[in-house]
């Protein structure tokens, strides 16, 4: 049974971590999976938008902790998690350096990797009865798949104290609160609103998306003055594009955009 199932609709790709029986936890072939299927979404042009969700009632449950277990009886530990940790952060920095959207949509627990996974994306969709839960302080583990880095800079260094020493659980309500997901939908309409706003999401100027999201991240980490000239240099590159004629043509048309693929 494949653990990363990928659907094409037209412009949108849906990948889905297939592992139910486990709450959609992760080992290392199934996050070398997800990371292959994310890198193959990166390069196909065709890709306008990516959707990814967990099977079941589950997002993902981060590491599985079973196969932990079996390392650590062989006294391997160590080893699995260099390995395992390694494909976790080539997979954040893939959706990260996505040229496109990614929409994550969270119908149950997001607890460890799999908040790191969530938090990754560019636009979060819970069903009402969706947990996060950082999770690492229960196992005894160190953060990983970018969460040090998510969750101060989304909700401040205090908050983030709060929830990686308390491994607190957030309801959906809750997180909805803190901007840490930016749609909580009834259960039942979770697939069909995902699926509307990453159709959305597929219709929209994606290289103008694509730089937004490289913008949103270089501004962690760098001054006022070279951001401005990230900003000037690809709006620049933007505007020798089609999606920027297309606009303008539209505003002055008054009529929707029709953007073309990058």
Not at 4 to 20: F, K, M, N, Q, Y
Not at 61 to 90: Q, W
Not at 228 to 257: C, Q, S, T, Y
């Amino acid at each position: 049974m494949d653990a990363i199932r990928t659907e094409r609709d037209g412009a949108v790709l849906t990948l889905t971590i297939h592992r139910p029986e486990r709450l959609n936890a992760l080992d290392v072939p199934s996050m070398l999976a997800l990371r292959q299927a994310l890198q193959e979404a990166s390069t196909d042009r065709a890709v306008r938008a990516v959707l990814l969700t967990g099977a079941g009632t589950a997002f993902c449950a981060g590491g599985d902790v079973a196969v932990m277990d079996e390392y650590r009886a062989r006294g391997e530990l160590p080893a699995l998690f260099h390995a395992l940790t390694a494909e976790m952060e080539m997979g954040i920095r893939e959706i990260l350096g996505m040229p496109k959207p990614v929409v994550a949509a969270l119908p149950g627990v997001a607890a460890g990797g799999g908040l790191s996974l969530a938090l990754a994306a560019d636009w979060r969709i819970a069903s009402e009865s969706a947990v996060l839960v950082p999770a690492f302080p229960t196992l005894g583990a160190v953060p990983d798949g970018g969460l040090s880095y998510f969750l101060p800079h989304y909700l401040g260094i205090g908050l983030a104290q709060e929830l990686l020493f308390t491994s607190a659980r957030l309801s959906a309500a809750r997180a909805r609160e803190l901007g840490l997901v930016h749609e909580v939908v009834p259960a039942p309409d979770l697939g069909r609103r995902a699926a509307e706003r990453v159709r959305e999401l597929a219709e929209g100027p994606t290289f103008a998306y694509g730089a937004t999201k490289r913008l949103l991240h270089a501004a962690f980490g760098q001054g006022a003055e070279a951001q401005l000239a990230l900003e000037r240099r690809l709006a620049v590159e933007a505007a020798g594009r089609g999606e920027l004629a297309e606009g303008v043509r539209a505003f002055r048309e008054k009529r929707r955009p029709k953007f073309p693929a990058p």
